[in-house]
Nanobody
Framework: QVQLVESGGGLVQAGGSLRLSCTAS????????MGWYCQAPGKQRKLVAR???????NYADSVKGRFTISRDNAKNTVYLQMNSLKPEDTAVYYC??????????WGQGTRVTVSS
């Protein structure tokens, strides 16, 4: 079994910053691929950013240059630094891990609200 615990969401004004954290535990490798997805009300869940076992990263076009994903393998933790936040970034953000390289698990989500 795998557990993901997210933190760092909240309410912020447009232009502000937040840092999300997600710590994984259980049957994982320390360098398993991890990522962040978001889901706004009435919309489908979509990729925000992901980081591979080797540290390479991918971002949604809408967040490039504003968000940065990083990881600390020693802590089994992935971070999402979100800068220059916009109201359209408002969503529930979910952490995901591809445990042992092949099974996907999801966190419970953390809410981010950006006011204009």
């Amino acid at each position: 079994q795998v557990q993901l615990v997210e933190s760092g969401g909240g309410l912020v004004q447009a232009g502000g910053s937040l840092r999300l954290s997600c710590t994984a535990s259980g049957n994982i490798f320390s360098n398993d691929p991890m990522g962040w997805y978001c889901q706004a009300p009435g919309k489908q869940r979509k990729l925000v950013a992901r980081i591979s076992s080797g540290g390479s990263t991918n971002y949604a076009d809408s967040v490039k240059g504003r968000f940065t994903i990083s990881r600390d393998n020693a802590k089994n933790t992935v971070y999402l630094q979100m800068n220059s936040l916009k109201p359209e970034d408002t969503a529930v953000y979910y952490c995901t891990i591809k445990a042992r390289g092949w099974i996907d698990y999801w966190g419970q989500g953390t809410r981010v609200t950006v006011s204009s």
